[in-house]
């Protein structure tokens, strides 16, 4: 049975146009006048979905039709359809780019698109990006256009009545600094490092009312999915997960796997010193380890207790920020250096430029757990990989080593959990 909600899918024709300030700032003004407001984010991504969960208040799951797969992206949209007034989908890129892209995305599921295009410095122009948009796939549905970083009200109106008739025109944003979300090289800053985040949303979503940018999309009816409900096979299982500000990058679809499979997750700080909590698996998500090196190396007593958890062969999962925690040594890009726990050999240092980026897919000896690669550090380990990812894309090319030691298995690679629920319930199985 289809369930029924307005709908969108803000894209636009590049990154760096805007897109999550003003997908965090639509979100936040239909927050705020009462509607229940739920986002995804297309795509891999971490940084901006914890900005859209501080401005919808719900968490926020990405949508990919490789990595998370058509029929899991079909139940999470009929399940907000099911409880929201109103859901935006935030894309990624350009709405174009990328093997399966946004338009692919946002056709499967009849996702009208609002085209977000940033102005600043143009003027009739403006209305030929527009068409393209609109025109250059016939049959994508599309809902209109937003121009961003605008001037001034005069040149709002003069982009608006430069359009194509039957492209309709949602309005004007205006530039505004106090309303920009701040950077670092993975991406934007952490949501609970903003301090005043909630200032700047506030502020966006005031732009946002002003200038009547506050039209709410036509219905969507989406399916029902249907999904298998996993299997308890981490019944009673604790998981201790690391989490803070250094091991930050946690689907909130990957703990819900989890608990649906029975497993208990306890959490715990290392950055607070926090030693590791009586479990029988451990998961080190991604994050900013490199940011906190001293503050990582003074945890002598979670270094130890991550050994001796190792030695006595229980599971550990150490992914990209966690692979690095592992390793004997890790350095910033200046070359400060400090010692990490040391349960793998070798190390690593955080590099100028992107060094892997990327789909992939890790083919374990568990089973193909589909995932996603994005980091700045290069890593020497002196441990052959067991495995190496499978590029979605130019699948001939290199991609990122998989390696083992006991029942610790790291890799750079995040992983989408739900994409094999029976290989991650091996991973974690004492």
């Given at each position: 049975?289809?369930?029924?909600?307005?709908?969108?899918?803000?894209?636009?024709?590049?990154?760096?146009?805007?897109?999550?300030?003003?997908?965090?700032?639509?979100?936040?003004?239909?927050?705020?006048?009462?509607?229940?407001?739920?986002?995804f984010?297309?795509?891999?991504?971490?940084?901006?979905?914890?900005?859209l969960?501080?401005?919808?208040?719900?968490?926020?799951?990405?949508?990919?039709?490789?990595?998370?797969?058509?029929?899991?992206?079909?139940a999470?949209?009929?399940?907000?359809?099911?409880k929201?007034?109103?859901?935006?989908v935030?894309?990624?890129?350009?709405?174009?780019?990328?093997?399966?892209?946004?338009?692919?995305?946002?056709?499967?599921?009849?996702?009208?698109?609002?085209?977000?295009?940033?102005?600043?410095g143009?003027?009739?122009?403006?209305?030929?990006?527009?068409?393209?948009?609109?025109?250059?796939?016939p049959?994508?549905?599309?809902?209109?256009?937003i121009a961003?970083?605008?001037?001034s009200a005069?040149?709002?109106?003069?982009l608006?009545?430069?359009?194509?008739?039957?492209?309709?025109?949602?309005?004007?944003?205006?530039?505004?600094?106090?309303?920009?979300?701040?950077?670092?090289?993975?991406?934007?800053?952490?949501?609970?490092?903003?301090?005043?985040?909630?200032?700047?949303?506030?502020?966006?979503?005031?732009?946002?009312?002003?200038?009547?940018?506050?039209?709410?999309?036509?219905?969507?009816?989406?399916?029902?999915?249907?999904?298998?409900?996993?299997?308890?096979?981490?019944?009673?299982?604790?998981?201790?997960?690391?989490?803070?500000?250094?091991?930050?990058?946690l689907?909130?679809?990957?703990?819900?796997?989890?608990?649906?499979?029975?497993?208990?997750?306890?959490?715990?700080?290392p950055?607070?010193?926090?030693?590791?909590?009586?479990?029988?698996a451990?998961?080190?998500?991604?994050?900013?380890?490199?940011?906190?090196?001293?503050?990582?190396?003074?945890?002598?007593?979670?270094?130890?207790?991550?050994?001796?958890?190792?030695?006595?062969?229980?599971?550990?999962?150490?992914?990209?920020?966690?692979?690095?925690?592992?390793?004997?040594?890790?350095?910033?890009?200046?070359?400060?250096?400090?010692?990490?726990?040391?349960?793998?050999?070798?190390?690593?240092?955080?590099?100028?430029?992107?060094?892997?980026?990327?789909?992939?897919?890790a083919?374990?000896?568990?089973?193909?757990?589909?995932?996603?690669?994005f980091?700045?550090?290069?890593?020497?380990?002196?441990?052959?990989p067991?495995?190496?990812?499978?590029?979605?894309?130019?699948?001939?090319?290199?991609?990122?080593?998989?390696?083992?030691?006991?029942?610790?298995?790291a890799?750079?690679?995040?992983?989408?959990?739900?994409?094999?629920?029976?290989?991650v319930?091996?991973?974690?199985?004492?």
């Amino acid at each position: 049975m289809s369930a029924t909600c307005p709908a969108v899918f803000i894209a636009a024709p590049a990154s760096g146009q805007g897109k999550t300030t003003v997908s965090a700032a639509v979100a936040r003004y239909h927050r705020d006048q009462g509607l229940d407001v739920r986002v995804f984010k297309m795509g891999p991504d971490f940084l901006d979905p914890m900005i859209l969960e501080q401005a919808c208040g719900h968490p926020v799951d990405p949508l990919h039709l490789w990595m998370v797969g058509a029929d899991e992206c079909r139940a999470m949209l009929h399940g907000a359809a099911e409880k929201a007034d109103l859901i935006l989908v935030e894309g990624s890129m350009g709405l174009f780019d990328g093997d399966p892209s946004g338009a692919d995305l946002a056709e499967r599921f009849g996702l009208p698109v609002l085209g977000l295009i940033d102005a600043s410095g143009m003027a009739q122009t403006f209305a030929a990006v527009a068409n393209g948009l609109a025109s250059w796939r016939p049959g994508l549905p599309f809902a209109g256009v937003i121009a961003n970083r605008v001037g001034s009200a005069g040149h709002g109106r003069m982009l608006g009545a430069a359009l194509p008739e039957g492209i309709r025109y949602f309005g004007a944003l205006p530039r505004n600094e106090a309303v920009g979300l701040p950077d670092r090289h993975l991406g934007l800053v952490q949501a609970e490092e903003i301090d005043d985040l909630e200032q700047r949303l506030a502020a966006a979503a005031e732009a946002v009312g002003e200038a009547g940018v506050t039209g709410l999309p036509e219905p969507v009816a989406f399916d029902a999915g249907e999904l298998p409900e996993p299997e308890k096979e981490l019944a009673g299982v604790r998981v201790a997960i690391a989490r803070d500000a250094a091991f930050a990058f946690l689907y909130p679809g990957n703990l819900r796997l989890l608990a649906a499979m029975g497993a208990e997750p306890v959490f715990f700080s290392p950055l607070a010193g926090d030693r590791l909590p009586e479990a029988e698996a451990v998961w080190l998500p991604g994050g900013y380890p490199e940011l906190h090196l001293d503050a990582l190396a003074a945890n002598e007593a979670l270094k130890a207790d991550l050994a001796a958890h190792h030695d006595a062969g229980r599971p550990i999962l150490a992914e990209c920020g966690g692979f690095l925690y592992l390793l004997e040594d890790l350095a910033d890009v200046a070359g400060h250096s400090a010692s990490m726990a040391g349960l793998l050999p070798g190390r690593a240092q955080l590099a100028e430029r992107v060094q892997g980026i990327g789909l992939q897919a890790a083919p374990l000896p568990e089973g193909e757990i589909r995932g996603h690669t994005f980091h700045h550090s290069r890593a020497e380990v002196a441990l052959e990989p067991i495995a190496h990812g499978i590029r979605a894309r130019d699948r001939g090319s290199a991609a990122e080593a998989v390696y083992r030691r006991g029942r610790l298995t790291a890799t750079y690679l995040h992983a989408w959990f739900p994409s094999n629920p029976e290989a991650v319930a091996e991973l974690f199985r004492p």
